[in-house]
């Protein structure tokens, strides 16, 4: 059974730093793009960074770039989000997801989600 549990989330104030992480259980971790997303009340839910499976390359949302930073540590099965100067359009459910497509099929779990408040 797999089983992605995301913590770190609460409040902060602007310019704040948070560190999300999500630790993965029940699937070949390394093998997984991760990815972290975030929904605010009211909005689509929005893909903020990936991480790929292999050489680690990454990708990120231009509203968070030169700003937040994904790692990802395949011994620990867990993946990283540092979230720096926050803003209040940071404020969002984040959730992270193991993504692996192959030739027979698609491979797409999520976690249940932190919540991220940047409020003074």
């Known amino acids: 059974q797999v089983q992605l549990v995301e913590s770190g989330g609460g409040l902060v104030q602007p310019g704040g730093s948070l560190r999300l992480s999500c630790a993965a259980s029940g699937l070949t971790f390394s093998a997984y793009t991760m990815n972290w997303y975030r929904q605010a009340p009211g909005k689509e839910r929005e893909l903020v960074a990936s991480i790929s499976s292999g050489v680690s390359s990454t990708d990120y949302a231009n509203s968070v770039k030169g700003r937040f930073a994904i790692s990802r540590d395949n011994g620990k099965n867990t993946v990283y989000l540092q979230m720096n100067s926050l803003k209040p359009d940071d404020t969002a459910v984040y959730s992270c997801?193991?993504?692996?497509?192959?030739?027979?099929?698609?491979?797409?779990?999520w976690g249940q989600g932190t919540q991220v408040t940047v409020s003074s």
């Open positions: 997801n193991a993504f692996r497509s192959t030739i027979l099929r698609t491979y797409s779990y």
